[in-house]
Nanobody, 124 residues
Framework: QVQLHESGGGLVQAGDSLRLSCAAS????????VAWFRQAPGKERDFVAG????????SYAGSAEGRFTVSRDAAENTVYLQMNKVEPEDTAIYYC?????????????????WGQGTRVTVSS
């Protein structure tokens, strides 16, 4: 059993940077691929970025490519999402999800473990 806890959300201005953290507890994280999803008000949950279990491979949605970076720290049992040059369109609740995959699935139904989410609000 893996418990996930996101943190780092908040209110920022367009163009600012923000780093989200997804800390795992319960068991070692190092066999799990982890993805970040977000859900804006009135919209469906969308894939943002993901990293495979070893950290050797990452995947990004088009909206995140070039602005966001996903990384993991095995020693800290934590996955990060560095968000640079944020835009009002990035406003959403951000969730991390994990499961035992060698790849990085981009669909939410592929992940069994989810955090409670952290809210990011970007003002213009």
């Amino acid at each position: 059993q893996v418990q996930l806890h996101e943190s780092g959300g908040g209110l920022v201005q367009a163009g600012d940077s923000l780093r989200l953290s997804c800390a795992a507890s319960g068991r070692s994280f190092d066999t799990y691929s982890v993805a970040w999803f977000r859900q804006a008000p009135g919209k469906e949950r969308d894939f943002v970025a993901g990293i495979n279990y070893s950290g050797s491979s990452t995947s990004y949605a088009g909206s995140a490519e070039g602005r966001f970076t996903v990384s993991r720290d095995a020693a800290e049992n934590t996955v990060y999402l560095q968000m640079n040059k944020v835009e009002p369109e990035d406003t959403a609740i951000y969730y991390c999800a994990a499961d035992r995959w060698e790849s990085i699935p981009t669909t939410g139904t592929s992940y069994h473990y989810w955090g409670q989410g952290t809210r990011v609000t970007v003002s213009s």
